[in-house]
């Protein structure tokens, strides 16, 4: 999807930061802005959609401490609009993207960290307006390397 981080400057995390990014979806410019609502440097971290293509957007970054490593969890929760075509979309295409998206970003953790991780997500559906996507990479994923 090409995702680029347009914000410049001080990106330190913290609650407060704002990111801008622009990627193409389905050809289309977009944009997306984030902030980070929660922090705590060696466990968590929250990012919410300020604009974004969802009305609901929080994406929760978890960080635990394994025997081999650093287990990440994600638990994105989400809303699309549009009701009925929404859900529509979910199904098409939205979902799948959003499991390409976090599939992508594991594979990149582990090339960086040089783990072995694996991806293990729950079935996903759209059930109302709020999706949530659970998703937890296996404890080899990461070798204290670096920490968030």
């Given at each position: 999807?090409?995702?680029?981080?347009?914000?410049?400057?001080?990106?330190?995390?913290?609650?407060?930061?704002?990111?801008?990014?622009?990627?193409?979806?389905?050809?289309?410019?977009?944009?997306?802005?984030?902030?980070?609502?929660?922090?705590?440097?060696?466990h968590?971290?929250?990012?919410?959609?300020?604009?974004?293509?969802?009305?609901?957007?929080?994406?929760?970054?978890?960080?635990?401490?394994?025997?081999?490593?650093?287990?990440?969890?994600?638990?994105?929760?989400?809303?699309?609009?549009?009701?009925?075509?929404?859900?529509?979309?979910?199904?098409?295409?939205?979902?799948?993207?959003?499991?390409?998206?976090?599939?992508?970003?594991?594979?990149?953790?582990?090339?960086?960290?040089?783990?072995?991780?694996?991806?293990?997500?729950?079935?996903?559906?759209?059930?109302?307006?709020?999706v949530?996507?659970?998703?937890?990479?296996?404890?080899?994923?990461?070798r204290?390397?670096?920490?968030?």
């Amino acid at each position: 999807m090409g995702f680029e981080v347009l914000t410049a400057g001080d990106l330190t995390m913290r609650v407060g930061l704002e990111i801008d990014y622009r990627f193409r979806w389905l050809g289309l410019p977009m944009r997306w802005r984030t902030l980070i609502t929660e922090y705590d440097r060696l466990h968590h971290f929250v990012d919410e959609g300020m604009r974004s293509p969802y009305p609901l957007w929080r994406h929760r970054h978890e960080f635990f401490d394994v025997p081999g490593g650093t287990e990440v969890r994600d638990t994105v929760q989400y809303a699309l609009p549009l009701g009925v075509l929404g859900r529509m979309a979910h199904e098409v295409s939205v979902r799948h993207q959003l499991t390409g998206i976090f599939t992508h970003r594991q594979a990149t953790l582990n090339e960086y960290w040089g783990g072995a991780s694996k991806i293990e997500w729950p079935v996903i559906r759209a059930l109302g307006p709020t999706v949530s996507l659970p998703g937890t990479a296996s404890p080899e994923a990461h070798r204290h390397a670096s920490r968030p």
